[in-house]
């Protein structure tokens, strides 16, 4: 898992990831709030989001190559504030060959991972 610390606060860091991913044309299809759901049922936790995102063009080649990488589609970030410290963390999709029959599609998993690298840089900067 690749985790970067952001220089901001939580809320405006998870502003930032969704601004950035926005920007580049890409869908948010689901966050996941798991500190809102904790709450709903009397239980604390330190915010903490996942956000799903992508754009089907880049990730429905791998399913067709391998349906069982959906499990791991859309991308994701994990956003979570532990103590005064905002974090962003990722699965580096490149690794993703070591377990599905993707090995024909090693650029596009390149270009997934440098997509999530700059999406946390800018979002925690």
């Known amino acids: 898992m690749v985790v970067k610390r952001s220089v901001s606060s939580y809320p405006d860091t998870t502003r930032s990831l969704l601004a950035a991913i926005k920007r580049r044309g890409l869908t948010v299809f689901a966050r996941i709030d798991h500190a809102v759901a904790a709450r709903e049922v009397g239980l604390e936790l330190a915010d ?29 970030i994990l956003a979570w504030r532990e103590g005064s410290e905002v974090l962003l963390a990722y699965h580096d999709p490149r690794e993703l060959s070591d377990a599905y029959d993707v090995a024909e599609h090693q650029s596009t998993l390149a270009q997934m991972a440098g997509l999530l690298e700059e999406l946390t840089i800018e979002a925690a900067s």
């Open 48 to 76: 903490e989001e996942v956000v799903l995102f992508g754009n089907p063009r880049g990730g429905t080649p791998l399913m067709v190559s391998d349906r069982r990488i959906g499990i791991e589609l859309p991308l994701r």
